[in-house]
Nanobody, 120 residues
């Protein structure tokens, strides 16, 4: 079981920046993908960005050019730096880790989320 804990959320004014962190513990897989999702009130979670252990990165169009995802050198702490924030970025941000198990099945783990509120 992989434990994920996000941090770095909070309240920021429009145009401001935040860096979210997600620490993964008990992560023993050699190859995996770590993702950021966000959930707006009353909506389903939506993909924000992901990064693989070999460095492939994707961004949702909604954050492209404003977000930077990264992993630390130990590849156990995930970051998401977001700039030029607007009230439309207000959401709960979740970290997810995905990898294949020895039997070939995939497994996903989620953190509890961190609230980001952008005020106008």
């Amino acid at each position: 079981h992989v434990d994920l804990v996000e941090s770095g959320g909070g309240s920021v004014q429009t145009g401001g920046s935040l860096t979210l962190s997600c620490v993964a513990t008990d992560l023993t897989a050699y190859e995996y993908v770590m993702r950021w999702y966000r959930q707006f009130p009353g909506k389903e979670r939506e993909f924000v960005s992901d990064i693989t252990t070999d460095g492939h990165i994707r961004y949702a169009d909604s954050v492209k050019g404003r977000a930077t995802i990264s992993l630390d050198s130990a590849k156990t702490t995930l970051y998401l730096q977001m700039n030029s924030l607007t009230p439309e970025d207000t959401a709960i941000y979740y970290c997810q880790e995905s990898h294949y198990q020895s039997d070939g099945s995939s497994v996903n783990y989620w953190g509890p989320g961190t609230q980001v509120t952008v005020t106008s």
